[in-house]
């Protein structure tokens, strides 16, 4: 699975690529069961620490991230050397108005590179109707734009922050996502999305992959997984791998590891209402 030279050219002038064929319908639907599971365990939604540096929770999605089906495309657009920083869930309930504002993620994420890509899988149908992530072409080759904290219950960011200045929707592209289909975009590229109208649930999983000569600037501690290649700086603490899911000593390490993430998303905000 590779992505084509029109695709790359596309991705490095407009700052994404969407649809990429990645996972059958069936494999996605096994994915979802066991996410599901999971919550039926719990008795309802993941808790909202639970939503970032999952990777370190889930061996599904452990083994996910370093499918050559989604690496493929991924080192064609940042190299060979390939480190998994993040992986965050996204889901919205049929009919909920959770929405997420206009933002670019370099703002706050304490990463130096310019090369951070998202990968975005769905995991049940991410149509227009559900709410599919929305991008503003081009806007990763220009400035990070001013952002504002306007905090708000059905923003799934942080602290609701939102990009100041006027952005002309128009030039607005969809990425609507089949079950088991990605989108790949540059972090820096503004993106947003809008209430799931849908009667199904928008299940998606976002991974965020650097290459290894990143540095985290704004926490003091960090960690990721070496997914492909070699990682020759050594500037994050490497992840344990899950055995299975709920592995205690890869819970222990996704403690520390999203109390560190989480400080990083909240860096100078008013308050930390603890979403992820
Ligand atoms: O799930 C969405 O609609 C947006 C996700 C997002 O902001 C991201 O993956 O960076």
Same mark, same amino acid.
């Given at each position: 699975?590779?992505?084509?030279?029109?695709?790359?050219?596309?991705?490095?002038?407009?700052?994404?690529?969407?649809?990429?064929?990645?996972?059958?319908?069936?494999?996605?639907?096994?994915?979802?069961?066991?996410?599901?599971?999971?919550?039926?365990?719990?008795?309802?939604?993941?808790?909202?620490?639970?939503?970032?540096?999952?990777?370190?929770?889930?061996?599904?999605?452990?083994?996910? +991230?370093?499918?050559?089906?989604?690496?493929?495309?991924?080192?064609?657009?940042?190299?060979?050397?390939?480190?998994?920083?993040?992986?965050?869930?996204?889901?919205?309930?049929?009919? *909920?108005?959770?929405? +997420?504002?206009?933002?670019?993620?370099?703002?706050?994420?304490?990463?130096?590179?310019?090369?951070?890509?998202?990968?975005?899988?769905?995991?049940?149908?991410?149509?227009?109707?559900?709410?599919?992530?929305?991008?503003?072409?081009?806007?990763?080759?220009?400035?990070?734009?001013?952002?504002?904290?306007?905090?708000?219950?059905?923003?799934?960011?942080?602290?609701?922050?939102?990009?100041?200045?006027?952005?002309?929707?128009?030039?607005?592209?969809?990425?609507?996502?089949?079950?088991?289909?990605?989108?790949?975009?540059?972090?820096?590229?503004?993106?947003?999305?809008?209430?799931?109208?849908?009667?199904?649930?928008?299940?998606?999983?976002?991974?965020?992959?650097?290459?290894?000569?990143?540095?985290? +600037?704004?926490?003091?501690?960090?960690?990721?997984?070496?997914?492909?290649?070699?990682?020759?700086?050594?500037?994050?603490?490497?992840?344990?791998?899950? *055995?299975?899911?709920?592995?205690?000593?890869?819970?222990?390490?996704?403690?520390?590891?999203?109390?560190? +993430?989480?400080?990083?998303?909240?860096?100078?905000?008013?308050?930390?209402?603890?979403?992820?």
């Amino acid at each position: 699975m590779t992505l084509s030279e029109n695709e790359v050219e596309q991705f490095q002038r407009d700052g994404y690529v969407s649809p990429v064929d990645v996972l059958s319908v069936t494999e996605a639907g096994e994915l979802r069961k066991k996410l599901e599971a999971t919550e039926a365990k719990q008795g309802g939604a993941l808790y909202p620490e639970q939503r970032s540096k999952s990777f370190l929770l889930f061996k599904w999605l452990n083994d996910l +991230i370093r499918d050559p089906r989604i690496l493929n495309p991924v080192e064609q657009l940042i190299g060979p050397d390939i480190l998994l920083w993040n992986t965050i869930f996204w889901i919205k309930e049929a009919g *909920a108005e959770s929405f +997420i504002s206009w933002h670019q993620d370099t703002k706050y994420w304490g990463l130096s590179s310019d090369q951070v890509v998202t990968a975005w899988i769905a995991l049940s149908p991410a149509s227009v109707e559900a709410g599919c992530m929305r991008v503003m072409p081009g806007t990763h080759r220009g400035e990070v734009l001013s952002h504002e904290d306007r905090y708000h219950a059905d923003n799934m960011l942080t602290r609701g922050q939102e990009i100041s200045a006027d952005l002309n929707e128009e030039r607005a592209v969809y990425m609507p996502l089949g079950v088991g289909q990605m989108s790949i975009h540059n972090y820096r590229l503004a993106h947003a999305s809008g209430a799931n109208k849908s009667t199904d649930r928008r299940v998606g999983v976002s991974m965020h992959f650097m290459p290894p000569d990143t540095e985290q +600037i704004v926490g003091n501690w960090d960690c990721a997984t070496l997914v492909r290649g070699n990682d020759p700086y050594g500037n994050f603490e490497p992840a344990p791998v899950p *055995a299975h899911d709920f592995d205690p000593s890869a819970v222990a390490f996704h403690d520390k590891a999203s109390k560190a +993430i989480s400080e990083v998303l909240y860096a100078g905000a008013a308050v930390n209402d603890r979403k992820l």
